[in-house]
């Protein structure tokens, strides 16, 4: 009778637990997030997720933005149809070339220089490779990561990729990573100079 009792209650419990667990799997979860915006290719995609998953990320929050994939694919293959990995272009130099696509880009009072929000790269065919290349750059990190209270205010995220075979480097990568003006409470220190150079990203 007790053997009975036992083998009963196990399988009420059995049952609770799988009914639990069906109903977690078939709702969608909280933290689920999805890459769609962030890329109009598999690459694209694929390069966003490892940047904002990186260990080493340190913004709380970093969203897919439609605009700046948007103007990140048209760098990409600006850069894939000319053949040169450069911030300069056609469309501008990378501030002014989110500006002129409509980007509302927040830049901090006494700001230097042309790019505070590209990253590009050629020669790369693979995500991974791309991002431990940005890895091993300072500039790149500390924009990438959020690795100074200025970038750590950037909160969208937009990636391009291109490819041309008969091109010097086949494969072309851009990401922006950039803030909004209204956005942005103006609650940072005043930036020195210092700062001001810092995340001025260099131009070539």
Do not use: W
């Given at each position: 009778m007790l053997k009975n009792?036992?083998?009963?209650?196990?399988?009420?419990?059995?049952?609770?637990?799988?009914?639990?667990?069906?109903?977690?799997?078939?709702?969608?979860?909280?933290?689920?997030?999805?890459?769609?915006?962030?890329?109009?290719?598999?690459?694209?995609?694929?390069?966003?997720?490892?940047?904002?998953?990186?260990?080493?990320?340190?913004?709380k929050e970093l969203s897919c933005s439609s605009l700046?994939?948007?103007?990140?694919?048209?760098?990409?293959?600006?850069?894939?149809?000319?053949?040169?990995?450069?911030?300069?272009?056609?469309?501008?130099?990378?501030?002014?070339?989110?500006?002129?696509?409509?980007?509302?880009?927040?830049?901090?009072?006494?700001?230097?220089?042309?790019?505070h929000v590209e990253a590009i790269l050629g020669g790369y065919s693979s995500p991974s490779a791309v991002l431990d290349s940005f890895?091993?750059?300072f500039h790149h990190r500390v924009h990438l990561f959020g690795e100074h209270e200025f970038f750590l205010k950037q909160n969208d995220i937009g990636v391009g990729y291109a490819y041309n075979w008969n091109s010097p480097h086949v494969d072309y990568w851009v990401i922006y990573i950039a803030s909004r003006k209204q956005t942005v409470v103006e609650n940072l220190k005043s930036l020195d100079e210092e700062d001001l150079r810092l995340i001025s990203k260099p131009m070539k």
């Open positions: 009792g036992l083998i009963i209650i196990l399988l009420i419990a059995s049952f609770y637990l799988s009914t639990k667990a069906l109903q977690r799997s078939d709702s969608p979860s909280e933290n689920k997030v999805s890459y769609e915006e962030c890329g109009l290719s598999e690459q694209a995609r694929a390069l966003a997720k490892l940047v904002i998953e990186d260990p080493d990320q340190l913004r700046l994939t948007k103007i990140a694919q048209s760098k990409a293959e600006e850069m894939a149809a000319t053949g040169k990995v450069t911030h300069y272009g056609e469309g501008g130099t990378p501030d002014q070339r989110l500006i002129n696509g409509g980007y509302k880009l927040y830049l901090p009072k006494g700001a230097v220089g042309l790019n890895k091993n750059s």
